[in-house]
C-alpha cells in the first residue's frame, strides 16, 4: 500500500493550516474525500443530473442506473444477500432511528428488554431511550470492562429471555475497542432477540460480512469512508424490513395511493420517500471503488501499524491518560494532566494539526471515564507515522506551553 500515492489522491490534504502543513486527524468525525469520489459527484451533476425512478428520458435513466448500481457496490462490500437489504438513508443516526421506530416500536411491549452499553454514540442510545419511553420496555446495560472492552460473560449474564433488542457498536469512537458482534449476534439470538450493529467506526476500517456476523441490522454512514455528507446505509435481513412499516411518508415510496389508503412499494425502496440522495449515493460507490482498489485488508494493517506506532511514542509522554484497550481501531483517545482538552486541541491547531476534543456525543461513556471531555486523533488510509511524530510533538509544545502559563 503506497501511503504517499493514496495521499496524492486527495487535493484537500496538500494546504496549510496556520502557516504548517496541514495534519488531519479527525477521520472519525468525518473523513477526507478522494479525487475519483469528487469527480463522480461532479460529473453526476454537470451530465446525468435528474430524479430517479421516475422518467423514461435518458438523463433519468443514467442517473437511476448509477443510484441503483451504487446500492449494488454496497451490496458486495457489505455482502449483503440481495439489494433489497440495502436501504439508502440520509447516514448511521436515520439508520438507526428507521429501526427504533419501525421495528422496534411495532415489537416492544412492556416488560420486553433492549440491551446496550455504556460505550454507544448518542445516535444507538437516544433511539432506544426513547423507544423504551413509547413502549414501556427496559433499557439494560452490559457492564464494560475496566480497560473498556465488552466480555461475553458480561453479555450472556445482560441478555436474557425477555431481551428483544441487542444495540451495540462495532466500533467504539471514543476508546477504539472492536467488540466481538458475531458472538453477541449469537447469543441474542440464542435469547430469541435481534441484534442492531452501528458500523459508523466499522465499515470504513474493516471487512464486513453481514451474513458471516449474522446480525439482523448494520448501520453506517459513507461521509466517514470517502464518501459525501448525507449518505448512509441501513441493512437489515429481508423477512425483517419486509415486515416493517416505513416511517417517512410521500413521493417514490408507494406504489398505489387512493383517497384514503395507500400501498408501498417492495424492498428497498419503500424505505426511501422523497427524491433520494442520488449525488450522495454515485459519491458511496465512487468510494467503494476507491477502497476496493486499495483492499481492505492492506487499510486496515496500515491503520493498526500506524495507531500502534503512534501508542507507543504517546507512552513516552509525561503526564498523559490514554483511554481504549490495547488492542483496538485506528484512534487513540487522551488527555493531557492539567490541561482541558479543548486548550490541548487549541494548541494543535495552531500546529496546523487537527484532532477532535469534547464529549465526541458520548456523554455516558465520559462519565464511566470519570472525565467530561477528552482529546481523540483518529487515522485513516491516507496518515502516515509523519503525522504520528507532528502529533506528539504538538503535544510536548502542549506541554511546554501550560507548563508555563501555570
Request: proline share 4%; hydrophobic share 40%.
Amino acid at each position: 500500500m503506497d501511503v504517499n500515492a493514496i495521499r496524492e489522491q486527495f487535493p484537500i490534504l496538500h494546504q496549510e493550516v496556520n502557516g504548517h502543513p496541514l495534519v488531519y486527524l479527525d477521520s472519525s468525525a468525518t473523513s477526507q474525500k478522494p479525487r475519483p469520489v469528487i469527480e463522480a459527484v461532479d460529473a453526476y451533476y454537470r451530465e446525468d443530473n435528474s430524479n430517479v425512478h421516475r422518467g423514461v428520458h435518458t438523463l433519468g435513466s443514467r442517473a437511476t442506473e448509477k443510484y441503483e448500481g451504487a446500492r449494488e457496490k454496497v451490496r458486495n462490500f457489505i455482502h449483503a444477500k440481495s439489494t433489497a437489504e440495502v436501504i439508502f438513508t440520509r447516514g448511521t443516526t436515520t439508520s438507526i432511528n428507521t429501526v427504533a421506530y419501525s421495528y422496534a416500536r411495532a415489537n416492544l411491549t412492556e416488560g420486553d428488554e433492549i440491551v446496550i452499553t455504556p460505550m454507544e454514540h448518542h445516535s444507538n442510545l437516544i433511539p432506544w431511550q426513547q423507544a423504551a419511553k413509547a413502549t414501556g420496555a427496559t433499557l439494560k446495560y452490559v457492564s464494560l470492562q475496566k480497560d473498556g472492552t465488552v466480555s461475553l460473560d458480561a453479555v450472556r449474564e445482560t441478555v436474557t429471555e425477555n431481551t428483544k433488542i441487542v444495540a451495540i457498536t462495532h466500533v467504539s469512537n471514543v476508546l477504539g475497542t472492536i467488540n466481538p458482534v458475531k458472538e453477541i449476534a449469537g447469543i441474542a439470538h440464542q435469547n430469541g432477540a435481534v441484534i442492531v450493529v452501528d458500523g459508523a467506526q466499522g465499515a470504513p476500517h474493516m471487512n464486513v460480512d453481514v451474513q458471516d456476523m449474522d446480525c439482523d441490522f448494520y448501520a453506517f454512514s459513507g461521509h466517514k469512508m470517502g464518501a459525501p455528507t448525507g449518505i448512509g446505509v441501513l441493512y437489515g435481513k429481508q423477512h425483517l424490513l419486509e415486515n416493517m412499516e416505513p416511517f417517512e411518508f410521500g413521493g417514490e415510496m408507494i406504489d398505489f395511493v387512493n383517497l384514503y389508503d395507500s400501498t408501498w412499494k417492495e424492498l428497498p425502496w419503500k424505505f426511501e420517500g422523497g427524491t433520494p440522495i442520488i449525488a450522495g449515493a454515485v459519491g458511496m460507490g465512487a468510494a467503494i471503488d476507491f477502497l476496493n482498489e486499495i483492499g481492505m485488508d492492506n487499510l486496515t494493517a496500515h491503520e493498526q501499524k500506524l495507531v500502534d506506532y503512534t501508542m507507543e511514542k504517546l507512552h513516552t509522554i509525561d503526564g498523559i491518560s490514554i483511554y481504549g484497550p490495547k488492542e483496538r481501531a485506528a484512534l487513540v483517545t487522551f488527555n493531557l494532566d492539567d490541561v482541558h482538552p479543548h486548550d490541548t486541541a487549541t494548541v494543535l491547531d495552531a500546529e496546523g494539526i487537527a484532532i477532535r476534543a469534547g464529549h465526541h456525543c458520548a456523554q455516558p461513556l465520559m462519565k464511566w471515564l470519570d472525565t467530561v471531555a477528552t482529546a481523540r486523533a483518529s487515522f485513516y488510509l491516507y496518515n502516515t507515522e509523519d503525522d504520528a511524530d507532528r502529533l506528539v510533538d504538538g503535544l510536548l509544545k502542549t506541554k511546554e506551553y501550560f507548563g508555563d502559563v501555570f
